[in-house]
């Protein structure tokens, strides 16, 4: 009786081993599932009558940027609102005193840019606001981010930065 129970054991392994190599080595693949590739994507037809239209007219927000002038002078209010603004989308990356040392931006290579070196305070307005919004690396995410009534209050308190990080206050 004991050998029959063994036999049987020893069978039922055997079987349960097949199932499991067949089923781990033979097994579904990824590949031969069903999937829909990006490049097989079909985008449906316009509807009857609709005529697709593009304008040469409108400017990214950057080519804005380049035309534009900051009409905002360095106030005391506005240099608090361009701090606020800063501590919104900046800090993070360039740090409290802006030069390029937040904890984010540490783990960044190339490292963001002190903004307090002169390479940068040297900058027109509209080249600062530029780079703001193109930057390297990671920041040409600030274009959609950053609204447009928070840009030159934060070019402004950038300005205000000194070598040795602290906002210079405008004299009244």
């Not at 903004?115 to 305070?121: F, G, K, M, R, V």
Request: with cysteine.
């Amino acid at each position: 009786m004991k050998l029959i129970l063994g036999v049987i054991a020893a069978a039922l392994m055997v079987c349960v081993f097949v199932l499991v190599f067949v089923l781990v080595m033979d097994g579904p693949r990824m590949y031969v599932q069903p999937n829909i590739r990006t490049f097989q994507a079909r985008v449906d037809p316009l509807p009857k009558g609709v005529v697709p239209f593009e304008s040469s007219q409108t400017m990214s927000a950057i080519e804005e940027a380049m035309s534009l002038t900051n009409a905002q002078t360095a106030t005391p209010a506005t240099l608090a609102r361009g701090k606020i603004y800063y501590s919104y989308y900046c800090i993070f990356c360039h740090g409290d005193a802006g030069r390029g040392d937040g904890p984010v931006g540490e783990s960044y290579v190339p490292a963001p840019s002190d903004l307090t070196s002169a390479s940068i305070q040297s900058l027109s307005d509209a080249s600062l606001l530029k780079a703001m919004l193109t930057g390297v690396g990671h920041e040409p995410v600030l274009e959609r981010v950053v609204p447009s009534e928070h840009r030159w209050p934060i070019v402004l308190y950038i300005r205000s930065l000194t070598n040795g990080g602290t906002a210079v206050q405008p004299a009244l």
